[in-house]
């Protein structure tokens, strides 16, 4: 019963900043690599930023500079805070971990 639940989407102007949290269930976030991961029609799927199971963060080159992903593991949470948006980032952001997937949540980033 592993599941993992998205929160802080919406819209933001460009320029913008957003906080996006990964409740995760059923398995404890210490003991598992997670990443981000976001989905715009017509495309596929592609990482926004990883982090290891010892905590060691890496990022897609475009998101370098303007993303942390980061875990608050006493509460199997996870968090990828994005800056400086842009009209382009405007997809679904999905967590993962453990081969399971959140809903995922919709960012929507105006002009």
């Known amino acids: 019963q592993v599941q993992l639940v998205e929160s802080g989407g919406g819209m933001v102007q460009s320029g913008g900043s957003l906080r996006l949290s990964c409740a995760v269930s059923?398995?404890?976030?210490?003991?598992?690599?997670a990443a981000w991961y976001r989905q715009a029609p017509g495309k596929e799927r592609e990482l926004v930023a990883h982090?290891?199971?010892?905590?060691?963060?890496t990022y897609a080159d475009s998101w370098k500079g303007r993303s942390t992903i980061s875990r608050d593991i006493a509460n199997d949470t996870l968090y990828l805070e994005m800056s400086s948006l842009r009209p382009d980032d405007t997809a679904v952001y999905y967590c993962?971990?453990?081969?399971?997937w959140g809903q995922g949540i919709q960012v929507t980033v105006s002009s």
């Open positions: 059923g398995i404890h976030l210490k003991y598992y690599a």
């Open positions: 993962n971990s453990m081969n399971f």
């Open positions: 982090i290891s199971m010892i905590g060691t963060p």
